[in-house]
């Protein structure tokens, strides 16, 4: 069993950073492409970004494209996501997610995801 957790959020004023973390248990870690997304108040989750196994390559959401950066250390089995330039709207809980096919390709659709960690929530004031 896959275990993630997420690690990082708080509360920040716009304009300003956050970096998420989220460890992963478990030896194949870098085997799988990983993603993050989030879920607002009263909204669906959705998807934020996602990176390759091998951490070559990256996707993002438009809405945070140019401000979030995803990575990965796959010696410390973490996924990581830096968050700049936040605005109000990036008010949510974050939630890390692993690929359920193994050398799968990136993708931002939640349901080819199939382990989850708890969530971390950041909120961003005005």
């Known amino acids: 069993q896959v275990q993630l957790v997420e690690s990082g959020g708080g509360l920040v004023q716009a304009g300003g950073s956050l970096r998420l973390s989220c460890a992963a248990s478990g030896r194949t870690f870098n085997m799988y492409a990983m993603g993050w997304f989030r879920q607002a108040p009263g909204k669906e989750r959705i998807f934020v970004a996602t990176?390759?196994?091998?951490?070559?390559?990256?996707l993002y959401a438009d809405s945070v494209k140019g401000r979030f950066t995803i990575s990965r250390d796959n010696a410390k089995n973490t996924v990581y996501l830096q968050m700049n330039s936040l605005k109000a709207e990036d008010t949510a809980v974050y939630y890390c997610?692993?690929?359920?096919?193994?050398?799968?390709?990136?993708?931002?659709?939640?349901?080819?995801?199939?382990?989850w960690g708890q969530g971390t929530q950041v909120t961003v004031s005005s």
């Open positions: 997610a692993r690929r359920a096919q193994i050398m799968g390709a990136m993708t931002p659709i939640g349901s080819e995801y199939n382990y």
């Open positions: 990176i390759s196994s091998t951490g070559g390559s990256t």
